[in-house]
């Protein structure tokens, strides 16, 4: 049976603004966003960062992950970290900080949870948990 006219509810996912940390519901392929509470842009996209990259902000709730080669020069606050390269700056991660063993964090950091390969090395202070 064929179903003409029929419309589907699109696929939603919630996020958390990294600004104002209120949660709310967002299409599943939204990539940003004006944060309906604090009206700041929110950005939903995932990064890789291959080489040197630096900014004032760095801000983003999707996953970032920073490959052996690059370098990020920020504070940054995003959904979660990977990190095979270098990271100078502090970090505020909403759902996980993960340093591989060829990693290198130097700055202050927050997360619910922290994961350090051997090798990996950590510069700073963080608070795990919060």
Known sequence: M???GLKTKPKTRRIACPYCEQAFQVAERTMSLFCPHCRQRVIL???KIKTYHATRDF???GDVTVEKRGML???SRVGSLTVKGKVWGSVQARRAICIKK???IK???VSPTLVVDDGGVLVGRCRIGA
Do not use: K, N, Q, R
């Open 59 to 61: 801000v983003t709730a």
């Open 107 to 109: 700055g202050d950091l």
């Open 73 to 75: 020069s920020a504070p």
């Open 2 to 4: 064929a179903s003409f």
């Open 45 to 47: 996209e995932d990064f």
């Open 102 to 104: 060829t990693g290198l």
